[in-house]
C-alpha cells in the first residue's frame, strides 16, 4: 500500500467516528525557531474557539514531520527518515484508553491486514519518573514512582491481544514529559503505548530481543499517548489535567514496510523509484555494496526533505538555526555524491522531479532549489579546498602515522570537512 493510501484510510476511519478532519500543521513553526514540525502535533483547539475547523474535542490529521537530529540515523537501518508522513488522531477531554486501544487495533489488523499475531505492544510498566533537577548539571537528582498503566494492559487484554506479547516498560520507553530533560515550572506527562510489527525471531541480536530493542528486528509503526496529568514540582506530586489528551500516531512509511511485505523502507512504492534513480549515477566500482546502499539512502532522504522544507519557505543556506540545517543536508548530500562518483549537473535536474514530481510543475520551486543546491556547492568546494590544504600538511607532518581522532575533530569543527571524506582521503 503506498503512503496516501494509508494516510486516507485512517483519515477517513476516524472521521467516520466522529473525528473531525483538520488540515497540516506548516512545516515551519513560530514557537520553534529553529527547527521544523517534528511530530504530528495536536491541534490546540483552545486557542481559536471561533474557527469552526477547531470546534469539537476529536481531531484527525496528516502531517509531514522532519527530524533534523535524526539525518545521522538515516541509511544506517532498515527503518529510518529524517523526513517522513504521520497521520494522528486526537481526543481531548473525557477518552477512556479503552476506545483508544481498540481503534488503533482495529484499524492496524482490519483495515490495514496486518498480521496480528506479528504485532507486540509495549506499556508503561511502573517506575521511577525524573521530575527535579540540579539546575547547574541538568541532572535529575528527584525521581517520582508512578505506578504501572494498568488501563492500557486491561484495555490491551480486552481486545484479545496476548499477554506474552504485552511488555511492560519503563519509564525512558513509556512514560512522555512535555520537555523532558528542561527545567520548567510544570510539566504535562502521562503513560505511552506502542505498537510494534516483528520481522521474525531470526532477526533478533539475542534472546533477550523484546521491543524497544534498536537491533532491527521490531518496527515501531504507532505510539498512544494519554496526556493526563501534570508534574508539580513544588508539591513533588501529579495533579489531572483539565482538557486531558488520548492520542495514536502512525508511521505511514513504516506502515507501507509491513503491508508490502519489504525488508526496508527504501524498498516501499515512496522510496523504490528514487532509489533506482540515484543509482544509475552511481561511477564508483570500489565501494562496497553497503556504504553505497548507505549514500543512497541519505541522497534519497535529505533530498526530499530539502525539497518539501524549501516548499513551505525554509531559507537559502546559512550559518544559524534553520538556514544551517539546510546547509547541512545540502553538504551531506554533496559528500555522499562525491564518494559515489555522481556527477551533479547531470543528476539534480532529473532527481528532483523524481524527489518530488511535483516540483517538476512548479518552476519556481525548482529553480530555487537548484539555486541553493548550486550556490552551496559553489561554497562548500572553496571550503574543501582549504581543509585539503590542512589535511595534506597533517598527513605528510604525521609522517606515516594515520590522523589522530582530535586531528579530525579540528578538520570538521573548524574547517568544515566532513569525517567521511576526512576518513576517504578523497578530497577533489
Ligand atoms: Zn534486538
Do not use: K, L, N, Y
Given at each position: 500500500m503506498d503512503c496516501q493510501e494509508i494516510s486516507r484510510n485512517f483519515v477517513n476511519y476516524y472521521t467516520s467516528r466522529s473525528f473531525r478532519s483538520i488540515p497540516p500543521a506548516p512545516m515551519l513553526q513560530k514557537n520553534l525557531p529553529m527547527s521544523y514540525v517534528y511530530s504530528c502535533t495536536p491541534p490546540e483547539p483552545d486557542s481559536d474557539p471561533e474557527n469552526p475547523n477547531y470546534m469539537g474535542n476529536k481531531f484527525v490529521r496528516h502531517q509531514t514531520c522532519f527530524r533534523h537530529f535524526d539525518t545521522d540515523a538515516v541509511g544506517k537501518d532498515n527503518q529510518h527518515l529524517s523526513l517522513f508522513e504521520m497521520s494522528g488522531a486526537f481526543h481531548f477531554g473525557q477518552s477512556s484508553r479503552e476506545k483508544t486501544i481498540s481503534r488503533i487495533w482495529n484499524w492496524a489488523t482490519q483495515e490495514m491486514g496486518i498480521d496480528p499475531g506479528r504485532i507486540w505492544v509495549s506499556y508503561f510498566g511502573g517506575g521511577k519518573i525524573p521530575f527535579?533537577?540540579?539546575?547547574?548539571?541538568?541532572?535529575?537528582?528527584t525521581y517520582l514512582e508512578v505506578a504501572e498503566d494498568r488501563e492500557s494492559f486491561l484495555a490491551w487484554r480486552k481486545v484479545g491481544f496476548p499477554q506474552d506479547r504485552l511488555i511492560p516498560l519503563d519509564a525512558e520507553h513509556n512514560f512522555w514529559v512535555e520537555n523532558r530533560g528542561k527545567r520548567t515550572a510544570s510539566l504535562k506527562c502521562g503513560p505511552t503505548s506502542e505498537l510494534f510489527y516483528d520481522l521474525g525471531e531470526d532477526k533478533a541480536c539475542g534472546k533477550n530481543c523484546i521491543p524497544g530493542c534498536g537491533c532491527g528486528r521490531f518496527i515501531e509503526f504507532s505510539n498512544n499517548r494519554f496526556i493526563t496529568h501534570r508534574l508539580n514540582p513544588r508539591k513533588g506530586n501529579l495533579e489531572k489535567v483539565k482538557n486531558a489528551l488520548a492520542e495514536t500516531v502512525i508511521g505511514i512509511e513504516r506502515i507501507s514496510m509491513i503491508t508490502g511485505n519489504?525488508?526496508?523502507?527504501?524498498?516501499t512504492p515512496s522510496c523504490k523509484p528514487v532509489m533506482r534513480k540515484i543509482h544509475e549515477f552511481v561511477t564508483c566500482k570500489n565501494e562496497d555494496e553497503v556504504f553505497i546502499r548507505e549514500s543512497e539512502s541519505v541522497i534519497a532522504d535529505h533530498l526530499k526533505a530539502l525539497c518539501v522544507l524549501i516548499a513551505d519557505g525554509a531559507p537559502a543556506?546559512?550559518?544559524?538555526g534553520r538556514a544551517r540545517i539546510v546547509r547541512t543536508l545540502i553538504r551531506k548530500i554533496l559528500t555522499r555524491m562525491m564518494l559515489l562518483g555522481i556527477d551533479a549537473e547531470k543528476f539534480f535536474p532529473v532527481i528532483i522531479s523524481a524527489v518530488m514530481p511535483e516540483a517538476a510543475n512548479q518552476k519556481s520551486l525548482k529553480e530555487k532549489m537548484t539555486a541553493y543546491l548550486e550556490n552551496e556547492s559553489e561554497v562548500f568546494r572553496n571550503t574543501l579546498k582549504k581543509g585539503s590544504n590542512e589535511l595534506e600538511k597533517m598527513i605528510s607532518g604525521n609522517q606515516g602515522k594515520s590522523l589522530s581522532a582530535s586531528q579530525t575533530f579540528f578538520l570538521k569543527k573548524y574547517?568544515?570537512?566532513?569525517v567521511l571524506l576526512t576518513k576517504k582521503c578523497r578530497v577533489t
Open positions: 527535579a533537577r540540579d539546575f547547574r548539571t541538568g541532572e535529575c537528582v519489504v525488508p526496508s523502507i527504501w524498498d543556506p546559512g550559518r544559524s574547517r568544515g570537512m566532513p
